[in-house]
């Protein structure tokens, strides 16, 4: 299973919020919905996605306002965010991008033109969650074929193992915790413990560090794993 790129509609119209999620899974994103500024705000703290679609009226606390606290916070200061708006003056569109905004969209908008401005933005933001072949030093992940390559050998992976060094593959050089490892790559309603994650870090780096390769999995102590 290739990681989807994630995708948060804040939009408190169920009707329109229903509407995009159908639209973007179609699309194969994964995509969370949430009615309520401040409710946004909490799950943004704890779960940052590829690409935001926030409502400019929103119960709790407004887009505008939620759009100028997610860019003061380091987590969130490069999010790429989409604001949708029903005011189609001038004016309001500059303060929503002066705030932090990428993009803008007027209600009622075409659903083909919001997601052509959704995958532009992603491919923008960052161009490896849209594209087959992931690089990363001399190891080559392929998602469509679902083959892993080192200096040229194919590497022979279980379908988690897969997963893990996609999603490392995604972002060289961070360092991502056990509970980040095993709320992306086995999904935060599959209930394993952070042993698993050593476990399949250790076959991962069995499989891939054939012969006396370097390895490009560290441990970061006390913090969990990076890649690269």
């Known amino acids: 299973m290739s990681h989807a790129p994630r995708v948060t509609v804040v939009e408190d119209e169920e009707a329109l919020s229903v509407l995009l999620r159908y639209n973007l ?36 606390v407004s887009g505008i306002e939620l759009c100028r606290r997610l860019r003061q916070r380091p987590e969130t200061e490069r999010l790429p965010i989409i604001m949708l708006t029903a005011r189609g ?23 083909p033109e919001l997601l052509a401005r ?33 200096t040229d050998k194919e590497v022979h992976l279980g379908p988690t193992e897969f997963r893990l ?4 593959m995604m972002a060289p050089g961070r360092v991502f915790s056990r509970s980040q490892l095993l709320d992306s790559v086995w999904g935060p309603d599959i209930y394993v413990d952070d042993r698993t994650v050593d476990v399949h870090i250790g076959r991962l780096r069995k499989a891939i560090n054939l012969g006396n390769s370097t390895d490009p999995i560290r441990t970061v102590r006390g913090a969990g794993y990076s890649f690269g």
């Open 89 to 111: 003056e001038e004016s309001e569109r500059v303060r929503g991008l002066a705030v932090g905004a990428d993009d803008y969209v007027v209600k009622p908008f075409s659903t």
């Open 25 to 60: 899974e179609s699309e194969g994103y994964q995509v969370e919905t949430i009615l309520r500024g401040d409710e946004a705000e909490m799950t943004l703290r704890d779960n940052v996605p590829d690409l935001l679609i926030l409502d400019w009226m929103l119960p709790g």
């Open 165 to 168: 060094l996609e999603y490392f």
């Open 118 to 150: 959704v995958k532009a933005m992603l491919r923008r933001a960052n161009p490896s969650v849209l594209s087959h072949i992931l690089k990363v030093g001399d190891l080559v992940l392929d998602r469509q074929q679902h083959r892993v390559y080192r």
